[in-house]
T-cell receptor, first 112, second 110 residues
């Protein structure tokens, strides 16, 4: 069974540019989550999808971040425009129920 | 809100040494507690979990006991190997949302 995949693994962009991160969950998992780890600190929850619907986006830092989940399958997280403080590792996770979440390898975003 | 505090690293050990990583939490209700591990170049993997007070989670020689009275979930391993070098995250879950600690980087030397 394929795990959660994320693309790209690493992105380096200039401040003010746009970046789109992609997550492909495990097939059949209705729940999809985005998390972020900034500057070696704790991993923080960003948002939660159930199928294509946003269940909870309370962790999204501001309106420069936009997450979508097309047809309840893969998800994208767009940052526009990117700021220096957006640098960090963005993790995606998926789960069939809520208790056991399966994580992807993360996308390391560097904003210069 | 919910929060997790774990000991800061980095931690460097020799092979066969004893490892302990302290973790305490603040939460409403009765959360489930987890330890996740991230090996170099890989994603987060669930190492072990405990869902109620006094439960002991164990896996790959690692153990942690859910202590409600001290709000703690310390991770221990009696004899570490080089392959245990990784970043370890303590986490709690109240319903679907995971709250993580800052992570502890562990390096085991041969």
């Amino acid at each position: 069974e394929a795990g959660v995949t994320q693309f790209p693994s690493h992105s380096v962009i200039e401040k003010g540019q746009t970046v789109t991160l992609r997550c492909d969950p495990i097939s059949g998992h209705d729940n999809l989550y985005w998390y972020r780890r900034v500057m070696g600190k704790e991993i923080k929850f960003l948002l939660h999808f159930v199928k294509e619907s946003k269940q909870d986006e309370s962790g999204m830092p501001n309106n420069r971040f936009l997450a979508e989940r097309t047809g309840g399958t893969y998800s994208t997280l767009k940052v526009q425009p990117a700021e220096l403080e957006d640098s960090g590792v963005y993790f995606c996770a998926s789960s069939p129920g809520w208790e056991r979440q399966f994580f992807g390898p993360g996308t390391r975003l560097t904003v210069l | 809100g919910d929060s997790v505090t774990q000991m800061e690293g980095p931690v460097t050990l020799s092979e066969e040494a004893f490892l302990t990583i302290n973790c305490t939490y603040t939460a409403t209700g009765y959360p489930s507690l987890f330890w996740y591990v991230q090996y170099p170049g890989e994603g987060l993997q669930l190492l072990l979990k405990a869902t109620k007070a006094d439960d002991k989670g164990s896996n790959k020689g690692f153990e942690a006991t859910y202590r409600k009275e001290t709000t703690s979930f310390h991770l221990e391993k009696g004899s570490v190997q080089v392959s245990d070098s990784a970043v370890y995250f303590c986490a709690l879950a109240n319903d679907y949302k995971l709250s993580f600690g800052a992570g502890t980087t562990v390096t085991v030397r041969a």
